[in-house]
């Protein structure tokens, strides 16, 4: 079975700052991680995916997550935020096998400041 | 390329009445996912179809049931409504279990009065 924590439920941040939304899972098995960014009122959109290969994963909008197996986080950074990165993200993990459900953690929401 | 589509967008019912989610997954997807997103938690995970078959169940009770048909498209079904049951339904799809990562849609918000 797999878990997942994120630490922080809310990061406010200033505009063109650098943000770090923290994430932690727990698993007995080999995992691939996710993840998710939700805007108000809509479905979850793909970030970012670490499935193989290079431990560091980018996105097309600038956010990185680094996937370290010995402290079994996979956060999540941006360098400089903008007012639309605002919203909800949620990491999350499966297995490499079977049904490769997600087990998501319980959302960080990051609020730009202007 | 059309995404995933999920009607309908919201809903609202009566507690002990029975309720129909629907989910057409994105082109060439062939596995559903269901996902129970209650207010300001994280999404759980329901259940999945893939081959019309029901292949893994979360910790979800007997009242919540589905379908997928041979177009892979999808149904939640969720009978015997309870106000607890008031939360936004996503559904996800993937070009079979495992294969990259999945697309959810945008969801149902079912509202139980």
């Known amino acids: 079975a797999q878990s997942v924590t994120q630490l922080d439920s809310q990061v406010p941040v200033f505009e063109e700052a650098p943000v770090e939304l923290r994430c932690n899972y727990s698993?007995?098995?080999?995992?691939?991680l996710f993840w998710y960014v939700q805007y108000p009122n809509q479905g979850l959109q793909l970030l970012l995916k670490y499935l193989s290969g290079s431990t560091l994963v980018e996105s097309i909008n600038g956010f990185e997550a680094e996937f370290n197996k010995s402290q079994t986080s996979f956060h999540l950074r941006k360098p400089s935020v903008h007012i639309s990165d605002t919203a909800e993200y949620f990491c999350?993990?499966?297995?490499?096998?079977?049904?490769?459900?997600?087990?998501f953690g319980t959302g960080t929401r990051l609020k730009v400041l202007a | 390329d059309a995404g995933v589509t999920q009607s309908p967008t919201h809903l609202i019912k009566t507690r002990g009445q029975q309720v129909t989610l629907r989910c057409s997954p994105k082109?060439?997807?062939?596995?559903v996912s269901w996902y129970q997103q209650a207010l300001g938690q994280g999404p759980q995970f329901i259940f999945q179809y893939y081959e019309e078959e029901e292949r893994q169940r979360g910790n979800f009770p007997d009242r919540f049931s589905g379908h997928q048909f041979p177009n892979y498209s999808s149904e939640l079904n969720v009978n015997a409504l309870l106000l607890g049951d008031s939360a936004l339904y996503l559904c996800?799809?993937?070009?079979?279990?495992?294969?990259?990562?999945?697309?959810f849609g945008s969801g149902t918000r079912l509202t139980v009065v």
């Open positions: 996800a799809s993937s070009l079979a279990p495992g294969q990259g990562a999945y697309t």
């Open positions: 698993s007995s098995v080999s995992v691939y």
């Open positions: 082109s060439g997807h062939d596995t």
């Open positions: 999350a993990v499966s297995g490499t096998s079977g049904t490769y459900k997600y087990i």
